[in-house]
């Protein structure tokens, strides 16, 4: 069974510009979460999508977006990138809410 | 908001020995999990404990809840090499009665096992 998987693995943007990850969950998953770790701030969630729909968001701001597809991959954007939001970009997928599988993640960096 | 806190946050222990990391938490919840990271790589999935009292075990680690002390624990056994990674604790909001945040992890436990 194939696991959740994340492109691009390495991203490196300049401040200013915009950027988008993607995510497939593993098959049968409808429930995909987004999270971004940082040393400073450890891993702090961003949303979560379940068949379409956002359901629950961190405390992010808006520059941060996503969105699910009906295949339930989903895309994570952020515009106006900021040397800050280089990090670690993690998407978990699950079935049920007591399973987390996480994807191996995209680093950003931004110079 | 939910809080959740470990300690120690860096532990370095010899092989063999057995030690235990604490994972407390804020506010009500039902739901914990552990994950292992090791450098550079994704979050693997440890244990769920679902309800007071759980107690689970894989090989040398065991980790345990009690919600009402809102405390988790994470024991190694014959700590060897291979275990040495950080370790996060994390809470399902969702299931805090504080909303749907997603999880809330702690800092992380940052463990060497030296030979």
């Known amino acids: 069974k194939a696991g959740v998987t994340q492109t691009p693995r390495y991203l490196i943007k300049t401040r200013g510009q915009q950027v988008t990850l993607s995510c497939s969950p593993i098959?049968?998953?409808?429930?995909v979460s987004w999270y971004q770790q940082t040393p400073g701030q450890g891993l702090q969630f961003l949303f979560e999508y379940f068949s379409e729909t956002q359901r629950n968001k961190g405390n992010f701001p808006g520059r941060f977006s996503g969105r699910q597809f009906s295949n339930s991959r989903s895309e994570m954007n952020v515009s106006t990138l900021e040397l800050g939001d280089s990090a670690l970009y993690l998407c978990?997928?699950?079935?049920?809410?007591?399973?987390?599988?996480f994807g191996p993640g995209t680093r950003l960096t931004v110079t | 908001e939910l809080k959740v806190e470990q300690n120690p946050l860096f532990l370095s222990m010899q092989e063999g020995k057995n030690y235990t990391i604490y994972c407390n938490y804020s506010?009500?919840?039902?739901?914990l999990y552990w994950y292992r990271q090791d450098p550079g790589k994704s979050l693997e999935s440890l244990f769920v404990l679902l309800s007071n009292g759980a107690v689970k075990q894989e090989g040398r680690l065991m980790a345990s809840l009690d919600t009402k002390a809102r405390l988790s624990t994470l024991h190694i056994t014959a700590a060897v090499h291979d275990l040495s990674a950080t370790y996060f604790c994390a809470v399902d909001s969702l299931y805090s009665g504080g909303g749907a945040d997603g999880l809330t992890f702690g800092k992380g436990t940052h463990l060497i096992i030296q030979p």
């Open positions: 978990a997928s699950s079935r049920t809410p007591a399973e987390q599988y």
């Open positions: 098959s049968g998953h409808r429930s």
């Open positions: 506010t009500t919840s039902d739901r």
